[in-house]
């Protein structure tokens, strides 16, 4: 199922997250992170943090309808999307500190994409992907490096920050792996290892990005927290169109690209 083209003033936020940034962004490491895992026949996987439930989706491709694929996300919106475009998964609501998990119920899979930057308690998440993850089985997280490393997105944030202050943004917050391998570690995760992977990224349009990333600065930051909903988006719109030259520096052809990198760690149970 593919959702609707949406005009951005007319969908919600995971409705333009799953049109405009599944596709070039996200599914793109999905298939990197699944092949780094190695899937087999009969494999049970657990999407953790799932989101539109990309990685999910592409397990489920792989193994077969008969899978045994589960979502796990504390964003219903989120969910109703994933729910909407696979509705075959198991897509459950819960959060990543306290997973809504049958008694005894175990995975021979476990990823978390881009989510474990953004858990209040990053050390009970990793306890309970232990705890989800069979004996043997395979862990991947993916973290997002420092956004110093990726000029595209830094140079982003500093116009941003030219109207809000300076901003610390979640999404980079772990982007240093030896932190990311050590709670993996003291959680008692086996053959913990991690590399940086960098990839070019390419957006058809980089407009729906470039609006999207605004938003989620306006609202990481202190200054848009305190906000009215018409200041905010008044604010977004400022900078929105303020980014339009760092948006035309990484034009290619009639879309844009850029330098993208990301941390995976890996484990066994």
């Not at 989510?115 to 991947?140: E, H, I, N, T, V």
């Not at 901003?167 to 991690?194: N, W």
């Not at 948006?247 to 690209?257: F, N, R, V």
């Amino acid at each position: 199922m593919t959702l609707p083209s949406y005009a951005m003033n007319q969908a919600t936020f995971p409705e333009m997250y799953e049109r405009w940034l599944v596709r070039p962004l996200f599914r793109p490491w999905a298939d990197m992170t699944l092949e780094e895992v190695r899937l087999f026949q009969g494999d049970r996987v657990l999407d953790i943090a799932c989101g539109t439930g990309i990685v999910a989706r592409v397990a489920r491709e792989r193994l077969g309808e008969a899978a045994c694929v589960v979502g796990i996300d504390v964003n219903p919106d989120m969910l109703a999307v994933a729910r909407a475009v696979a509705p075959d998964i198991d897509w459950r609501e819960g959060n990543a500190s306290a997973l809504p998990l049958h008694d005894g119920e175990q995975f021979d899979i476990v990823v978390c994409q881009q989510g474990l930057q953004f858990f209040p308690d990053k050390a009970a998440a990793a306890s309970q992907m232990r705890q989800a993850l069979a004996k043997g089985g395979r862990l991947a997280v993916t973290t997002w490096r420092s956004d110093d490393e990726v000029p595209f997105f830094r140079a982003l944030r500093r116009v941003a920050e030219r109207h809000l202050g300076p901003i610390k943004d979640m999404r980079h917050s772990l982007g240093d792996a030896a932190p990311l391998e050590a709670l993996l570690r003291g959680t008692g995760f086996h053959d913990v290892r991690s590399r940086a992977m960098s990839r070019t990224i390419g957006f058809e349009d980089g407009r729906p990005l470039l609006r999207l990333n605004t938003m989620a600065l306006v609202g990481m930051s202190s200054a848009g927290k305190a906000m009215g909903d018409q200041e905010r988006k008044r604010i977004v719109e400022d900078i929105v169109s303020e980014s339009a030259p760092v948006l035309q520096s990484y034009t290619e052809g009639s879309g844009i690209a850029f330098e993208l990198s990301t941390n995976l760690a890996t484990a066994t149970g």
